[in-house]
Each structure stands twice: as structure tokens, then as C-alpha cells.
């Protein structure tokens, strides 16, 4: 299978800028795309798509949120971060049976 | 508007099974796979796997095979998923989502809690 690895956590003021990497272990870019997704959850609610392959905002997603990378190398940004942010923001890749995820970046205020 | 709407929470003992559903509206059902995910605070989010709401087939996570069993029911436009053999293990939230990555729609999921 293919493992995805996220930073644990991260604290961020608000206002700021930040960015959350997912790094995989197989090259996940084919056919001209990189089949990473990104997802937000907060408590008690089902994950909410953000961005999918790798760089493309989900409908009604702020502009605040962009993801970026190739090959095994993925970023989320949130720029400026809001109290609304906070959450924890999981990867995804979908390109190999099964669609695994990343552990989870938990992302939280200073 | 697309909804998949999940059923209720779930105590079951440890050697039992659970039967869980995933309703879907405002989509034509036989359009789109189903995907089932767990969740747990432990072991993060884990693909299960998903059915094709059109012909019955499924495609396991190797992990789940003969844990987890994969229907639907055209006629009420519902995907089932079914856990067998209950432990502890089994304890957590599932989710139905519509189709395979990436997941534009969830359900609201399905707390499952072992316990004798």
C-alpha cells in the first residue's frame, strides 16, 4: 500500500500564512496528474473535500486554501489562516487500490 | 442536492455483526460507486472499499476482506455495508462516500462500538 506521511500538528497565529506537506511513498502522478486529494474535519464532522489532484479547488472552497506539488511531494496552504481553520487536514491519494490517507495534520491557534 | 444519509449508532457484542446503510438522494444511485471508510482516533482514516451500485461488484481492501460485506438495494437507491465477527477493533465511526477519489460527498457516518 501506499503510505502517505503528515507533520502531526501545527500552531499558527491568525492572519498568517501556513503550509502542511504530504509526502508519499510511491510517485503518484499519472496521466498528467497527481492523484493527491486534500481534506479538512473538524470534530464530530465527516472530512469535507479541499482540493483535488493536487491543485484544484473543491466548489464553495475559499481561496484561502491551495495545494501544490508532484511526484511524492504535496503541499496545502492556507493563506491567511482563519479561526474558522481550524481542524485537522488529511491527505488522500487516489491513484492505487487501496486509497489510502495520511495520518492527519492537526492544525491549531497560537 | 446530493445527500447520503447514514444510519443510526450501534452496540453490538463481540461475535456479532452489524448491518449499517447509507441512503443517497438527489443523484441518479446507479450512476456512482459507493466507497466505505473507517475511522479511528487509533489507525486514522482506512480505506474499505466499494461497490458498484449498478452491478453488485465490490472491491475489497485486502484488510476488510471477510470483515466487511459490500450490498446495495437498487430500489431504494440504499448501499449496506455489513461487519462480521465483531472485537473491539471493529469500534468506530463509518463513513458511505459517493464514488472513489476524490470524495466530493460523505455521509454523516455510523458510530459502531463494541462491547459485551
Known amino acids: 500500500d501506499i503510505v502517505l506521511t503528515q507533520s502531526p500538528a501545527l500552531a499558527v497565529s491568525l492572519g498568517q500564512k501556513t503550509t502542511m506537506s504530504c509526502k508519499t511513498s510511491q510517485n503518484v502522478d499519472n496521466f498528467g496528474k497527481s492523484y493527491i486529494h486534500w481534506y479538512q474535519q473538524k470534530p464530530g464532522e465527516q472530512p469535507k473535500l479541499l482540493i483535488y489532484f493536487a491543485s484544484n479547488l473543491a466548489s464553495q472552497v475559499p481561496a484561502r486554501f491551495s495545494g501544490s506539488g508532484s511526484e511524492r511531494d504535496f503541499t496545502l496552504t492556507i493563506n491567511p489562516v482563519e479561526a474558522d481553520d481550524v481542524a485537522t487536514y488529511y491527505c488522500q491519494q487516489g491513484w492505487e487500490f487501496p486509497y489510502t490517507f495520511g495520518a492527519g495534520t492537526k492544525l491549531e491557534l497560537k | 442536492q446530493v445527500q447520503l444519509q447514514q444510519s443510526g449508532a450501534e452496540l453490538a457484542k463481540p461475535g456479532s455483526s452489524v448491518k449499517i446503510s447509507c441512503k443517497a438522494s438527489g443523484y441518479t444511485f446507479t450512476s456512482y460507486y459507493i466507497s466505505w471508510i473507517k475511522q479511528t482516533t487509533g489507525q486514522g482514516l482506512e480505506y474499505i472499499g466499494y461497490i458498484n451500485t449498478g452491478s453488485g461488484g465490490t472491491n475489497y481492501n485486502e484488510k476488510f476482506k471477510g470483515k466487511a460485506t459490500l450490498t446495495v438495494d437498487k430500489s431504494s437507491s440504499t448501499a449496506f455495508m455489513q461487519l462480521s465477527s465483531l472485537t473491539p477493533d471493529d469500534s468506530a465511526v463509518y463513513y458511505c462516500?459517493?464514488?472513489?477519489?476524490?470524495?466530493?460527498?460523505w455521509g454523516q457516518g455510523t458510530l459502531v462500538t463494541v462491547s459485551s
Open positions: 462516500a459517493r464514488e472513489y477519489p476524490p470524495f466530493a460527498y
